[in-house]
Nanobody
């Protein structure tokens, strides 16, 4: 069973930066596409970014493009989300997710098989 554990969330002022990490268990991490989603209070979970198994392919939501960067270190079984120029609209619980088998990265929520417990990010104005 795959386990995903997020860390790095917290409270930051508008304009600041945070880096989220997601540590994955299992021996197949290097062949799995990964993604980040977020859910604000009263809203549906939404796609943020995804990355292919090699790191060569990435996708971003329009709302974070140019501000957020997804990356991965397969030697450490970890995927990262560097978040810069944060604003209060970025406040949400951020979830790491993994796609089972060797399927490609995608923006589609239903394609992800495993989820972390979430990490709260709060941006104050």
């Amino acid at each position: 069973q795959v386990q995903l554990v997020e860390s790095g969330g917290g409270l930051v002022q508008a304009g600041g930066s945070l880096r989220l990490s997601c540590a994955a268990s299992g021996r197949s991490f290097s062949s799995r596409a990964m993604g980040w989603f977020r859910q604000a209070p009263g809203k549906e979970r939404e796609f943020v970014a995804s990355i292919g198994w090699s790191g060569g392919i990435t996708f971003y939501a329009d709302s974070v493009k140019g501000r957020f960067t997804i990356s991965r270190d397969n030697a450490k079984n970890t995927v990262y989300l560097q978040m810069n120029s944060l604003n209060p609209k970025d406040t949400a619980v951020y979830y790491c997710a993994e796609i089972r088998a060797s399927r490609p990265a995608t923006v589609i929520y239903a394609s992800y098989d495993y989820w972390g417990q979430g990490s709260q990010v709060t941006v104050s104005s």
